[in-house]
């Protein structure tokens, strides 16, 4: 079974930088597109950035020029390096996995406080 594990998360205050993982196991992780969403309570998941297989980034207009999204196939891991956190940024984060069916990892807070 497809696992997709989060780490990262936890409190940072406005301005600060927090840097979330997502380790995929028993996946053929290379074709896989990945993205990370985020989720506050009533509200729907939102993407908030994507990297495809080939590498191709996308990002949500809320986060373009603040987060960065990477991937690294030898190790199965997908990254969200998330600079300049704002109050509005606190949300559970979930890393997505999506080839013909789609994974979701089981999330982790972030929360920016002072």
């Known amino acids: 079974q497809v696992q997709l594990v989060e780490s990262g998360g936890g409190l940072a205050q406005p301005g600060g930088s927090l840097r979330l993982s997502c380790s995929a196991s028993?996946?053929?992780?290379?074709?896989?597109?990945m993205g990370w969403y985020r989720q506050t309570p009533g509200k729907q998941r939102e993407l908030v950035a994507a990297i495809s297989t080939g590498g191709s980034t996308n990002y949500a207009d809320f986060v373009k020029g603040r987060f960065t999204i990477s991937r690294d196939n030898f190790n199965n891991t997908v990254t969200l390096q998330m600079r300049s956190l704002k109050p509005e940024d606190t949300a559970d984060y979930f890393c997505?996995?999506?080839?013909?069916?789609?994974?979701w990892g089981q999330g982790t807070q972030v929360t920016v406080s002072s």
């Open positions: 997505r996995a999506d080839f013909r069916s789609i994974y």
């Open positions: 028993r996946i053929s992780f290379t074709l896989y597109n």
